[in-house]
């Protein structure tokens, strides 16, 4: 990857390039203390007028608006996130396909992924790292299933679905790759498999329901699938209830003894029937205080949560300073 022009800033500080990849590894900085994730990609991208009523969701402006994910990804780095997920979540070749998208147009645009967010990182003179988002078969299914998982899926053939897009994505150049909102214990190993020697990072996230996963499988036997998993820098959860992330983080803490990633919702429920989110939003910034207590060391939000959420994270952890986010 290149690294920019020869020269800096004044006092040796390097110049910022759109694609300069951070000083430090993300493993490096997790050892030194909290490291902020951005918020919820969707939310901050309808706040900025866009569509997101299709079954690619966030992905299918990669095509047809790939200026509103760099804005969003933009919007999260000025309120100091120093992690930015990519717009990939529902990102797959198969549901590319059904858009008439094909293999090599396909690739392209998982690279044009991690190339928004390495634009919107490039803005600040600080690291910021570049984690390429790989969602859990269901969310290509775009049918809810994964939040349930077991998809009645060998786990041979999770790992065939997974792998060619994993290989897509570490070719992009991210600093991380985000197994994230992992359902079941079946996919994780899958997942596990499918990122074996791909010369990246990862963290593994599952999402849960109270003190199980979403399958209602042990949290002990699902982060203990890590051990022996040099490549896995962090371990934990995401888009759950803000109120079970606290014994989540205990959990991956003890069993695995490995930095924890936390970035719940806001508490909101999706309602399916009426296609719209209910109830009020929960997600407290001050709560990141007992995740970091518990062994946090990723921390940020998921599901409607936005920018000025991050910002208070940000001054509550001690992160970075926030530069603004509206």
């Known amino acids: 990857m290149r ?22 590894t993300l493993g490096r900085a997790l050892a030194a203390g909290p490291v902020l994730l951005d918020g919820g990609l969707s939310n901050q991208l309808e706040a900025q007028g866009c569509d997101l009523s299709d079954a690619l969701w966030s992905a299918r402006l990669l095509t047809d608006g790939p200026g509103q994910i760099e804005a969003a990804h933009a919007a999260y780095v000025r309120a100091g996130a120093q992690v930015l997920i990519t717009a990939g979540y529902q990102a797959s070749f198969e549901g590319f396909a059904r858009r008439g998208i094909g293999r090599a147009e396909a690739v392209g645009l998982f690279a044009r992924s991690v190339r928004l967010a390495r ?13 390429a988002s790989v969602g859990p ?26 792998r060619p897009r994993i290989e897509a994505l570490a070719a992009a150049g991210p600093d991380v790759l985000a197994l994230e909102t992992v359902p079941d214990i079946d996919e994780a190993e899958a997942l ?17 329901a109270g003190d199980r996963t979403r399958a209602g499988q042990s949290l002990e036997t699902a982060f203990g699938l890590v051990r022996g998993h040099d490549e896995v820098v962090a ?69 409607r949560v936005g920018p000025e959420t991050i910002a208070e994270l940000a001054g509550l952890l001690g992160t970075t300073a926030a530069e603004g986010w509206a």
């Open 119 to 131: 634009q919107a990182a490039g803005a600040v003179e600080r690291d910021v790292w570049v984690a």
């Open 192 to 208: 596990l498999r499918a990122v074996e020697g791909c010369g990246l990072p990862v963290w593994l996230s599952y999402s849960v």
């Open 235 to 303: 371990v934990g959860v995401n888009c759950c209830d803000p109120a079970d992330a606290e014994g989540v983080v205990r959990v991956a803490a003890e069993v695995t003894g490995k930095p924890v990633v936390v970035y719940p919702n806001s508490g909101e429920r999706w309602d399916a029937g009426g296609r719209g989110w209910a109830g009020a939003p929960t997600f407290d910034p001050g709560g990141a205080r007992a995740w970091q207590d518990a062994g946090a060391r990723l921390i940020g939000g998921c599901c």
């Open 3 to 24: 690294l920019g022009t020869p020269g800096g800033t004044p006092g040796g500080t390097p110049a910022r390039t759109p694609d300069r990849a951070p000083l430090r």
């Open 137 to 162: 078969y269901g969310a290509m299914l775009a049918d809810g299933s994964e939040y349930r998982g077991r998809y009645g899926l060998t786990g041979r053939e999770l790992e065939r679905f997974h």
